[in-house]
């Protein structure tokens, strides 16, 4: 079975702090994506990986940045936390390029700065 | 570029009721049209897709038709269960591939 794997369910963090979230998939995809969601906001692109070491911003990148040193993991980075920061984080991974590619997510990680 | 737009919610029904959720959809060409679910706590998971004009994807019930005339890809259960409350997000991949859009989403409500 298909598995995206976010290492962290829920945390607290303090303002200021660097956060780093952990997402890992089994499924040798080459697209990796993070999202977060806010209530009445859907589903927003922070950034997205379509290969072991590239990146791209996605609609929300400021304050983010990623990492993506092997196929299957790609980190989000929060430098330094902030309280508008704290949502739900969903990554998740496709494969090739091809416009009729499944999606698959990880469980999310709820995230709160205080 | 590619966009998609879906009925606002929550939407409340009964068990046992009638299910529609409207998405329509502009795009160049004739992308694949996906309906994501999110469970209560968890992620998104496919719910069904088609990947062609005509085409029908159903899965548990749920049952969308890919009508390019009308640029829709609406939602339909005939008989809702309380285990289908959730949020339904219509989707289509972003133009040029890689990214995918996602409706704002739509939150169903079964009532026992």
């Known amino acids: 079975d298909v598995k995206v794997t976010q290492s962290s369910r829920y945390l607290v963090k303090r303002t200021g702090e660097k956060v780093f979230l952990e997402c890992v998939q089994d499924?040798?995809?080459?697209?990796m994506f993070w999202y977060r969601q806010d209530p009445g906001l859907g589903l927003r692109l922070i950034y997205f990986?379509?290969?072991?070491?590239?990146?791209e911003k996605g609609d929300i990148p400021e304050g983010y940045s990623v990492s993506r040193e092997k196929k299957e993991r790609f980190s989000l980075i929060l430098e330094s936390a902030s309280t508008n920061q704290t949502s739900m984080y969903l990554c998740?991974?496709?494969?090739?390029?091809?416009?009729?590619?499944?999606?698959?997510f990880g469980e999310g990680s709820w995230l709160t700065v205080v | 570029g590619n966009s998609v737009t879906q009925m606002e919610g929550p939407v409340t029904l009964s068990e046992e009721a009638f299910l529609t959720i409207n998405c329509t959809y502009t795009?160049?060409?004739?992308?694949?049209l996906f309906w994501y679910v999110q469970y209560p706590g968890e992620g998104l998971q496919l719910l069904l897709k088609?990947?062609?004009?005509?085409d029908k994807g159903s899965n548990k019930g749920f049952e969308a038709t890919y009508r390019k005339e009308t640029t829709s890809f609406h939602l339909e259960k005939g008989s809702v269960q309380v285990s289908d409350s959730a949020v339904y997000f219509c989707?289509?991949?972003?133009?040029?591939?890689?990214?995918?859009?996602f409706g704002a989403g739509t939150r169903l409500f079964v009532k026992a």
């Open positions: 998740a991974s496709s494969s090739g390029g091809d416009n009729g590619n499944t999606i698959y």
């Open positions: 499924m040798d995809h080459e697209n």
């Open positions: 990986s379509y290969d072991v070491k590239m990146k």
């Open positions: 795009a160049t060409g004739y992308p694949s």
């Open positions: 088609a990947t062609k004009a005509d």
């Open positions: 989707a289509l991949p972003f133009t040029g591939g890689f990214k995918t859009i």
